[in-house]
C-alpha cells in the first residue's frame, strides 16, 4: 500500500487503524477505492503528528497548559505497507465506495452530537468559574448560559433521535437515520462556535489570546505578587483564576476547538445529504393539499 490519509484523529493512540475510501469514487479512482486495516505499527507506515504553530500551550509549563492532553490529528504515510488478504476489504470495487461513506458518516455524524455536548457542558462549566472569579455571580449570564445549554443539548437529542430513527442493515448493524444524522452534522458546525463566543464573552477579555501573563511571569520572583495582585479578583486566588481563564482560552480558541468544523466531514458535505433526503415535490403536494389547491402548481 502506498499513499497517505491526512488528519488523522487518535491515529498515535491506536492499536490498529482502519482505512476507507474518502469519498464515492468513479472507475478512473479505483485505485483509490481500497478499505483494511493496518497494525499502528506497520512496517512501512509512518504517522507525523500535527503540531499547532509556535503558540503552543500543550508544551508549557504550569496553568499555561491547562488540559494535559495535545492535539490527537497525524497523517499517515504508507510506503509500501505490506497488509495480508485478510485484512483487506475493499480493492478496486469502486461502485461500493459511495454505501461505504453513506454508512459511515451517518454513524459518526450523529454520534459525533454526544462529543461536542461533552466540550460544551465543560465550556458551560468554565464560564460558570469564570464568572466568579471575575467576582460575579452565574446568574449574571443566566441567559447565555441557558442558551449554552440549548446549544448543547441540540448536538445531543439530535444525535440520539438519529440513531433511535435509524434501521438494522441485512448484515445486523445498525445505521442511524441519514437526513437526521446529517442535519446534526450541520448543527455540530455551528452551535459549539456560538457556545465558544458566549464562553468568551462571560469570561472577559482575560481568555482572548495574548491578555494574560504566563506562568512565568506570573511566578516570577521579583514582579509575579504585583501580577498576582493584578489577576485577583472576587474571593478566588489569582492561581485559580489564571487556571480557569487558561481553560476557558482553550476551549474556546486553543486545542479544545478542533472537530467541530470539519471533523467527520465539511458541513457543506452534509448539507448535500440533507438536500437529497428533502423531497421538496412530496413536501409541496402536502402543502397544496392541506391549502385545498387543486391546479397543479409546476416548476417554472
Ligand atoms: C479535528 C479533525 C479531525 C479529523 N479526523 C479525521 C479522521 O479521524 N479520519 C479522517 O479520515 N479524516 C479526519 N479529518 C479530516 C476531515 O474528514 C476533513 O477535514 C473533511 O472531510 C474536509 O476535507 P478537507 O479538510 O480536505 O477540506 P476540503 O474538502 O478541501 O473543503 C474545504 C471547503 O471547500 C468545500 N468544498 C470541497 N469540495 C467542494 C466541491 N466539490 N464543491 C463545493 N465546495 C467544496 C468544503 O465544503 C469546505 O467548505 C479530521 C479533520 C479535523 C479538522
Not at 440513531?163 to 441485512?170: E, R, T
Request: aromatic share 8%.
Amino acid at each position: 500500500m502506498r499513499g497517505a490519509k491526512a488528519m488523522i484523529a487518535g491515529a498515535a493512540a491506536s492499536n490498529e487503524i482502519f482505512v476507507l475510501p474518502g469519498s464515492g469514487y468513479r472507475e478512473q479512482d479505483s485505485d483509490f477505492a481500497v478499505a483494511f486495516v493496518v497494525p499502528r505499527d506497520a512496517p512501512g507506515l509512518t504517522l507525523v503528528e500535527c503540531r499547532r504553530p509556535s503558540d503552543c500551550r500543550e508544551l508549557e509549563a504550569g496553568f499555561d497548559s491547562p488540559v494535559e492532553t495535545g492535539t490527537t490529528q497525524s497523517y499517515l504515510l504508507f510506503d509500501n505497507v505490506f497488509i495480508p488478504a485478510k485484512r483487506v476489504f475493499m480493492a478496486g470495487e469502486y461502485r461500493y465506495t459511495g454505501n461505504i461513506i453513506k454508512y459511515f458518516t451517518a454513524n459518526y455524524r450523529a454520534c459525533i452530537g454526544g462529543c461536542v455536548t461533552g466540550q460544551g457542558d465543560v465550556m458551560v462549566g468554565a464560564g460558570v468559574l469564570m464568572a466568579r472569579a471575575n467576582g460575579l455571580s452565574a446568574k449574571t449570564f443566566k441567559d447565555k448560559f441557558v442558551q449554552m445549554s440549548v446549544n448543547n443539548e441540540t448536538t445531543f437529542g439530535m444525535g440520539i433521535g438519529a440513531i433511535a430513527m435509524g434501521y438494522a442493515h441485512p448484515s445486523g448493524v445498525w445505521f442511524a437515520n441519514d437526513l437526521m444524522a446529517h442535519v446534526n452534522k450541520v448543527h455540530v458546525a455551528t452551535l459549539p462556535y456560538e457556545t465558544k463566543r458566549l464562553l468568551q464573552e462571560i469570561s472577559g477579555g482575560l481568555v482572548e489570546t495574548g491578555c494574560f501573563p504566563s506562568a512565568e511571569d506570573f511566578n516570577h520572583e521579583e514582579y509575579g505578587a504585583f501580577v498576582q495582585a493584578c489577576l485577583q479578583a472576587g474571593n478566588v486566588s489569582a492561581k485559580s483564576r489564571a487556571r480557569a481563564a487558561r481553560l476557558a482560552e482553550w476551549l474556546t480558541i486553543g486545542a479544545g476547538v478542533p472537530g467541530c468544523m470539519h471533523g467527520g466531514g465539511s458541513p457543506d458535505g452534509a448539507k448535500l445529504v440533507v438536500r437529497a433526503n428533502t423531497p421538496l415535490d412530496e413536501y409541496a403536494a402536502l402543502a397544496r393539499e392541506l391549502a385545498g389547491i387543486q391546479e397543479e402548481i409546476a416548476e417554472p
